[in-house]
């Protein structure tokens, strides 16, 4: 099974011998297998403003679905590395009704700089969204977060949004519960 990325990660995990799937911003990759199939959707992503995006390199959000029998019985939305901004807004108009968001924290900031949703631009894209679940990651990984975990789970509660589920490195989340069966969520 290949690793579904950006064009310019496909390229340098090609040539280290790695199996890819190249994805530009709304391509769509799938794996069919008797009547379900998992599709891997590119979605916008930006790492800070356009300055620090030119030495960083390019990322991607992804919308995952589980489709059984031509029906989408799961939807989760992937946000990647990425700051706040209206290309987020397009992931919503596109897919209004999300399963699950895994959504990546942090607050990095580079020489000042964010590069990563904060504890507000993450509670803001929880409040866009409103998933049944939320799930935080990578809010703990580095030096350069600033943001912890508690001052997202802070705000989230103090804007009244449920469904959250932080994680533990080893720890699993059962998504089969957050599906939403269409037209009621």
């Known amino acids: ?12 995990l090609t040539r280290w011998g790695f199996d890819t799937a190249a994805l530009r911003t709304w391509d769509r990759w799938e794996l069919a297998r008797g009547t379900q199939r998992l599709r891997v959707t590119s979605v916008p992503a930006r790492h800070g403003p356009v300055g620090v995006r030119r030495a960083l390199p390019p990322v991607m959000g992804s919308i995952v679905e589980l489709v059984r029998d031509g029906r989408v019985a799961l939807r989760v939305y992937v946000t990647g590395d990425t700051v ?5 807004r397009e992931v919503h108009e596109r897919y209004p009704r999300l399963d699950a968001m895994v959504i990546h ?15 507000r631009q ?9 998933p049944s679940l939320t799930v935080p990651v990578h809010f703990d990984d580095y030096d350069v977060f600033r943001s912890p975990l508690s001052h997202f789970l802070q705000e989230v509660r103090d804007r009244g949004l449920v469904g959250v589920h932080p994680v533990l490195r080893g720890d699993t989340v059962d998504l089969s519960g957050a599906a ?4 009621s969520g």
């Open 84 to 88: 706040s901004g209206s290309f987020l």
């Open 122 to 130: 993450g509670a803001d894209l929880v409040a866009l969204h409103r």
């Open 1 to 12: 099974m290949p690793i579904v990325t950006t064009p310019h990660a496909s390229r340098r």
């Open 105 to 119: 924290l942090g607050g990095t900031r580079i020489a000042g700089l964010l590069v990563t949703l904060d504890a």
């Open 180 to 183: 939403v069966p269409p037209g």
